[in-house]
């Protein structure tokens, strides 16, 4: 029988974030998987936890991932660990789980910090619907694609963003998004030096150009107003029914369609163009 992975989330700056069950966790495991050892040693030598630690990061996943399987479905425990925040999650440790779901090994979550939440939850922002980017790519052409493809997302969007990268960052988003858009700058959370400051993209990108960035941001951002769809009569949805009619597509296909944009009933549209035609 294959032993189970366990995702354990790991304090992003306050140790005292740390469950009873995350730690009773990582000392039930027969091993550590560690984005870097050096720092998950400090973490298990403050719970007095003694577990072997194997590496697994960006730079060896693939290989790493492998070995760390064949232990497990040789029926060994492992506990998955970042240096900060919830395994898996815009991070390598989501190929170990596809992996282990491939191969019928148990995955379970062992629930604690995550920035992104965090930060969405004191910005401010509307937090019923919201994406998560988490950092951009340096790669010009496909940073502007990627901020491109976001413009009329009406969703909260957060992203993550290192200090020496920032200021390109918000002039980026001011020139995509607009001076006037909300944001919320969260740095440093749950540390000595936690600051959430709510502001404009037009402010913010200001404020640091004169201002030196420090410690570790995420980013919420306020999503697109939602866009005002000129009403549209049932007679006029029923010409487009028949354009696209003419055009070769089914008839119930192109009330589907006119019914999805305008928001006319799709067999009212369906009716009145079998009707015409």
């Given amino acids: 029988m294959s032993g189970t992975l366990y995702l354990v989330a790991t304090p992003i700056g306050n140790l005292g974030d740390f ?31 003694k577990k072997p630690l194997v590496s697994y990061h960006e730079h060896n996943h693939a290989a790493a991932g492998q070995a760390i399987l064949q232990r497990l479905l040789a029926g060994e425990s492992c506990a998955l660990v970042t240096d900060a925040g919830t ?7 989501e190929d170990l789980v596809r992996l282990c779901a491939e191969n019928g090994v148990e995955v379970l979550s062992i629930p604690g910090c995550c920035a992104a939440v965090n930060a969405l939850a004191v910005s401010g922002l509307p937090t019923g619907r919201f994406t998560f980017e988490g950092f951009i790519t340096v790669n010009k052409k496909s940073r502007r694609e990627r901020l491109d493809s976001l413009k009329n997302e009406e969703r909260t969007m957060i992203f993550h963003e290192a ?5 390109a960052t918000l002039e980026d988003l001011r020139e995509t998004f607009g001076p006037d858009r909300r944001v919320a700058l969260c ?61 070769g597509i089914r008839l119930k296909d192109a009330a589907r369609e006119v ?10 549209l369906y009716a009145a163009a079998l009707e015409r035609s």
């Fill in 19 to 49: 469950s009873p069950r995350a730690a009773e966790t990582l000392g039930a495991v027969d091993f550590i998987a560690a984005e870097d050892t050096r720092v998950s040693v400090k973490l298990l030598n403050h719970f007095q936890i």
């Fill in 87 to 93: 395994p898996a999650i815009s991070d390598p440790g």
């Fill in 259 to 268: 019914s999805a944009h305008t928001g006319l009933s799709k067999n009212e």
């Fill in 163 to 167: 200090p020496h990268k920032l200021r």
């Fill in 187 to 247: 740095r440093e959370l749950t540390k000595l030096h936690e600051e959430t400051v709510r502001t404009t993209l037009g402010e913010a990108a200001a404020y640091y150009q004169e201002n030196t960035p420090k410690g570790e941001y995420v980013l919420v951002v306020a999503g697109s107003p939602p866009r005002e769809t000129a009403a549209v009569t049932l007679e006029e949805g029923t010409e487009q029914v028949l354009r696209l009619v003419a055009q």
